[in-house]
């Protein structure tokens, strides 16, 4: 990436003269650096909310072309973020001079490109189909927390400051039985770091279920007490850092800085996997810290026995304080979420939306946020009701992708597997309980994981009216509320479904 950073008038020659392959490559480049900055500078929530799915275009001259997905988004980006996004090309490409948003027409490639070469599928590829951006930038270094907590930027000289995020605190997460183990663990290191039992404090679970979100709030609630130096980084900015400090040969002030903090919080170790030398370094500065008996603070998105790619030494020392899972979220929690931001925010959402974006986004918190953050918006552009009607519209890419991939063959030949029955008892007349219940377990999921209608399902169940599916349906979802025992064997089908 290097090799084309700095010097614009070097692009202005090669853009001009660039084939349609190494323009591409120098868009994609610049590209990636302006989302690292829109990243940072907006925050990664209103980052992912609006401007993710923004895909290069083409090139005319002095204007670059960017494309969003929906009439609404492109609205909103340009009312928005249109003289940033001006700014940050012209500043890094000089020859931009425009920029322009558009709606991704079907199969977007380079304009420039006016003969592409049938056999060359790179010139033919849709622009956007490798970018990704760079992953979030998490980096807090804070000598003395207080509640307005400076920051100390790290090396990759990215002219920006980070702060902790006051969204993250403890009276904005919200409880419920997949999260409340590692709440309250959370809530105790906050209390009294360093406590037996508690140290290191590991925190593991899926994408976007809260983990960074407890880290931040217990930075706060540390920052309270005073007097308490907190770090708090990502192990790939660990990692960058390190290296950094090889490069620079200050390797002794980056381990003393670090050793040198009463809390040290890791986010995201996973990352760590494969770099040994890195891992190495994060053994040393762990035993130090917890030898000198400050609070250590990790969280991965697996426990620390299923890191595999860990050392196992650290993998053991990881696992020897206390390790709390964040479970995947039920349907009663996200509509807790769902509430709780919609009230901070002031608006009004009818609970029949709630609960159609309860069922629908269910893999994250961040992205049912987003979601959420998109509807307000829209709500307070246009002036009128969020409906459902205009859910679906507004929410139309987003809703698209949660569309659900698996066959019902899959579902009931898990569910099958799973309650010991053969598959062909899904579509089979016997209607012994031993049969018949699994069978209103893998409709009840049909319905839930897949696009599928009623009558749809029936039919795949052995020509079943829709009437029985329904029945199914809702008594599976009685025995949910009834009987937790149950609730949680049928969310480990979806998990396993989803996976
Ligand atoms: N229980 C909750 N209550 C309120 N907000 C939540 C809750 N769980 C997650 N969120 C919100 O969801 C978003 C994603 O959470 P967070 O970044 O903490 O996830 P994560 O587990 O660290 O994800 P990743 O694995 O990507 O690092 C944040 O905006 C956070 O505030």
Wanted: hydrophobic share 40%; with cysteine; charged share 25%.
């Amino acid at each position: 990436m290097s090799d084309f950073t700095e010097d614009s008038n070097e692009f202005s020659l090669s853009l001009k003269d660039a084939d349609p392959v190494t323009l591409k490559s120098i868009l994609e480049i610049h590209w990636e650096r302006i989302c690292g900055r829109l990243k940072i500078e907006v925050g990664e929530v209103e980052y992912r909310t609006w401007l993710q799915q923004i895909t290069l275009g083409g090139i005319e001259e002095d204007e670059l072309t960017l494309y969003l997905p929906t009439r609404f988004l492109r609205d909103w980006v340009r009312s928005q973020y249109n003289s940033k996004l001006n700014q940050l090309w012209s500043n890094e490409l000089s020859q931009i001079r425009r920029v322009e948003l558009a709606l991704t027409p079907p199969g977007n490639t380079i304009s420039q490109t006016p003969v592409a070469d049938p056999n060359d599928t790179l010139t033919q590829a849709p622009l956007n189909a490798n970018i990704s951006p760079p992953p979030a930038q998490k980096t807090i270094i804070s000598q003395s927390l207080t509640p307005t907590i400076e920051v100390k930027e790290d090396d990759s000289k990215l002219p920006l400051q980070t702060q902790l995020d006051p969204r993250f605190t403890f009276d904005n997460f919200i409880v419920g039985k997949p999260n409340e183990f590692a709440y309250a663990c959370s809530r105790r290191v906050a209390e009294r770091p360093s406590s037996p039992g508690f140290n290191p404090l590991f925190l593991y679970g899926g994408v976007g279920l809260g983990k960074t979100h407890l880290m931040h709030a217990i930075g706060f609630e540390l920052a309270k007490a005073g007097n308490i130096s907190v770090s708090y980084m990502s192990a790939e900015k660990f990692m960058y850092r390190f290296i950094a400090s090889i490069r620079s040969q200050s390797t002794i002030e980056f381990k003393e800085e670090l050793r040198s903090v009463d809390v040290l919080m890791i986010d995201d170790l996973q990352f760590l996997i494969g770099k040994d030398n890195t891992q190495e370094e994060f053994f040393h500065t762990f035993n130090a810290l917890i030898d000198a008996g400050r609070q250590i603070i990790v969280s991965a998105d697996k426990s620390p026995s299923d890191l595999s790619g860990l050392e196992d030494r650290l993998r053991t020392r990881l696992g020897c304080g206390m390790v709390a899972d964040i479970h995947a979220t039920t349907y009663e929690l996200r509509i807790s979420i769902l509430e709780a931001k919609a009230a901070s925010a002031n608006v009004v959402i009818s609970p029949k939306v709630m609960e159609f974006l309860a069922h629908k986004i269910t893999t994250n918190v961040r992205e049912l946020e987003g979601a959420l953050n998109r509807l307000i918006a829209h709500a307070n552009l246009f002036g009128r009701p969020i409906t459902l009607e205009a859910t679906q519209e507004v929410l139309h890419d987003i809703l698209k992708s949660h569309e659900r991939r698996v066959t019902i063959e899959e579902i009931q030949r898990k569910v099958a597997e799973h309650c010991n029955i053969r598959q062909t008892d899904m579509t089979s007349a016997r209607r012994a309980r031993a049969v018949a219940r699994p069978r209103q377990i893998a409709m009840y999921l049909a319905k839930q994981l897949t696009s599928r209608s009623l009558p749809e399902i029936g039919r795949k169940f052995g020509n079943r009216d829709h009437t029985t599916v329904m029945h199914a349906i809702s008594r599976i979802s009685e025995l949910i509320e009834k009987d937790s025992a149950f609730a949680e064997d049928v969310e480990l089908l979806r998990r396993m479904l989803e996976s």
